[in-house]
């Protein structure tokens, strides 16, 4: 499959599937979905920086940041990533299946959710976690 590559803010930059579109919302946040409309997988990323009198918030405390959005029954996934990271899937009862992951460094956190019916949509859109590339930056990407 390919893969089409996307700058976050702060440095971020992450891989999607090639016929995917992102939208930047007022909130900063992002999300992206397949230019085909019968497939309803849906993929929201945030970025997440963090310091105080210009020192970058420490990882552990970025991790444990994540760690505290995944949900009790959320079993953990792998990610081939040289980056630091926590990722989970899920099924929900209304038949909705998403996979979460949080890639974390000091003052950095990119929390990104695959949402689908379909579990191999959410495993195709999963792919590209693991091109996910950070750069130190001090300004937005855009």
Do not use: C
Request: charged share 30%.
């Amino acid at each position: 499959m390919a893969l089409k590559n996307f700058k976050l803010d702060f440095g971020w930059e992450i891989a999607v599937p090639e016929n995917w579109i992102m939208e930047k919302r007022e909130t900063g946040s992002y999300i992206f979905y397949p230019e085909d409309p019968e497939d309803e997988t849906t993929l929201y990323a945030s970025v997440f920086h963090s310091e105080t009198d210009l020192e970058l918030t420490p990882e552990r405390i970025m991790k444990e940041t994540f760690e505290k959005s995944i949900p009790e029954n959320a079993q953990e996934i792998n990610v081939i990533t040289d980056l630091h990271y926590k990722a989970f899937s899920l099924s929900g009862a209304d038949g909705v299946y998403r996979i979460g992951a949080g890639f974390f460094t000091g003052g950095e956190l990119l929390s990104l959710n695959v949402y689908t019916k379909d579990e191999e949509n959410a495993r195709e859109a999963v792919l590209g976690f693991s091109q996910i590339k950070f750069t130190r930056r001090r300004k937005n990407a855009f």
